[in-house]
């Protein structure tokens, strides 16, 4: 099994910024192999993809967020990052992170949420 913990959700003004934190723990014996991304669900929507980093660094985002938000992995924490900046009013949801690879397995593992709450 595995284990995914999200904090560093609040709220925050439009414009600042927010630093989300995701630890795995548990079946994880090669952290620095997996993929990992973040994604978000507005109240009243489906959950939508924000951003994913692969195995060598690689990343990915949405168009929404491009420009604003960073994925990172400290390989020796396990640990995935969202450093958000300029946030708006729109950017407010729950953010869920997501481990879908590690290595040549692909799994689906899923954190609890934290919400991100920005205001005009």
């Known amino acids: 099994q595995v284990q995914l913990v999200e904090s560093g959700g609040g709220s925050v003004q439009a414009g600042g910024s927010l630093k989300l934190s995701c630890v795995s723990s548990g079946y994880i014996f090669r952290f620095f192999t997996c993929a990992m991304g973040w994604y978000r669900q507005a109240p009243g929507k489906e959950r939508e993809w924000v951003s994913r980093?692969?195995?060598?660094?690689?990343?990915t985002y949405a168009d929404s967020v491009e420009g604003r938000f960073t994925i990172s992995k400290d390989n020796h924490k396990n640990t995935l990052y969202l450093q958000m900046n300029s946030l708006k009013t729109e950017d407010t949801a729950v953010y869920y992170c997501?481990?879908?690879?590690?290595?040549?397995?692909?799994?689906?593992?899923w954190g609890q949420g934290t919400q991100v709450t920005v205001s005009s």
């Open positions: 980093i692969s195995s060598d660094g690689g990343t």
């Open positions: 997501n481990l879908d690879r590690c290595g040549s397995t692909w799994w689906n593992y």
